[in-house]
């Protein structure tokens, strides 16, 4: 083990990291020697400053740990050649390098512990990260009605995006639910369209039943009349020898009342196109209206999306202009950029 790696042990008392980097099958000789290394190595820690903030913090956390594993492995390695040269002590020895390997084993995990326990909480911080993209992900169901899509949309509006939790992910969050909000918004709007379309469709359908049912109404009474009419002739033709002029004026009378039967009917005949002529003009005006909507939505969220990738570029490019000039680091500059935009900086704003 190198003298650096010992100096790095017990720097208080270095003769004793010089004299176990020198000769490790020492401590054997001389077992008090393990506590006052062990002291040393617990002072060192309790003086430590333990930095989890930053790269270079962790890896002297892990450097200390590697240290002491380096001590424990010059130990035990000199602990098996005292057994080859010294069979008679084997069980004597045996019992310090066990007892060295369970210590120092223990204050290597202590001197680890901090870098540990920040490493599982990244690993859960990340794992709800990725929950939180994959939920942003999620396709919405085309044939979903539109109160439960809306329902759906309030859910993904009510998501927070903690910088805390997302760290250098934020810009990438917030977008990743401002195209979930805008899918949403799609697939509303599809939804309403469709809805909007089947009722028109059961309106249409119903007025066309009705349209139907007065037709055969009219024919009815067509057929009823002209029955009634043939029955009047017939009754007209058994008295005609006997009552000539009776006979004329009834004819007179049932020509009037055919032609009066005829213009009521062309006047019916006449008012129902003009209804389907109006339900028709109607429909189109309804579609036409419709159309114009659409193609304002469309171009709403054409606005949007454009607006969105403008702001996003324009924050990209400052947190690149900050970090290239070597102000501050990546994750300080979306974190600045971040606090501007939500209005924490005083006189400080985007030009979007």
């Known amino acids: 083990m190198p003298d650096t790696a010992m100096a790095n042990i017990g720097h208080n008392s270095a003769a004793v990291g010089e004299m ?3 000769d490790p099958a020492l401590l054997f000789r001389e077992p008090d020697m393990l506590d006052q290394l062990c ?3 617990e002072a ?3 003086a430590a400053e333990i930095t989890l903030d930053t790269a270079s913090g962790r890896s002297a956390i892990a450097s200390r740990a590697y240290a002491i594993a380096q001590q424990k492995t010059a130990i035990d390695k000199a602990g098996k050649a ?4 010294h069979r008679a002590a084997i069980a004597k020895v045996d019992a310090v390098r066990r ?3 369970d210590r120092l084993d223990s204050l290597k995990d202590r001197a680890r512990k901090p870098l540990t326990d920040w490493e599982q909480a990244e690993d859960a911080r990340k794992a709800r990260v990725e929950a939180f993209m994959a939920q942003m992900s999620h396709r919405p169901d085309p044939l979903a009605a539109s109160a439960d899509l809306v329902a759906h949309r309030r859910t993904i509006e009510a998501a927070t995006i903690d910088p805390d939790l997302f760290r250098g992910e934020v810009l990438k969050a917030r977008s990743a639910k401002a195209d979930a909000l805008a899918r949403m918004d799609d697939a509303i709007i599809a939804a309403e369209k469709r809805e909007a379309d089947a009722a028109e469709l059961e309106r249409l ?7 139907q049912k007065r037709e055969a109404e009219a024919r009815a009474e067509r057929e009823r009349a002209e029955a009634a009419a043939r029955r009047k002739a017939e009754e007209e033709q058994m008295i005609r020898d006997a009552e000539a002029r009776a006979a004329k004026r009834a004819e ?9 039967q005829e213009a009521l009917r062309k006047s019916e005949e006449a008012a129902r196109l003009a209804a389907e002529r ?3 003009e109607e429909a189109e005006r309804r579609l036409r209206e419709k159309e114009e909507a659409e193609a304002q939505a469309a171009a709403e969220r054409a606005r949007r999306e454009a607006d969105r990738k403008h702001r996003q570029k324009v924050q990209t490019e400052a947190v690149g202009a900050m970090t290239e000039r070597g102000l501050i680091d990546e994750d300080a500059a979306v974190d600045l950029v971040t606090a501007i935009i939500a209005g924490e900086i005083p006189h400080v704003s985007f030009n979007f």
Do not use: P, T
């Open 278 to 280: 109006r339900a028709k």
């Open 99 to 101: 007892d060295a390997r």
């Open 82 to 85: 005292l057994n080859e040269d």
């Open 44 to 46: 060192e820690l309790a």
């Open 252 to 260: 007179e009378a049932a020509r009037r009342q055919a032609a009066e």
């Open 39 to 41: 002291s040393e190595i």
């Open 20 to 22: 176990l980097a020198a």
């Open 205 to 211: 359908r119903k007025a066309e039943e009705a349209r």
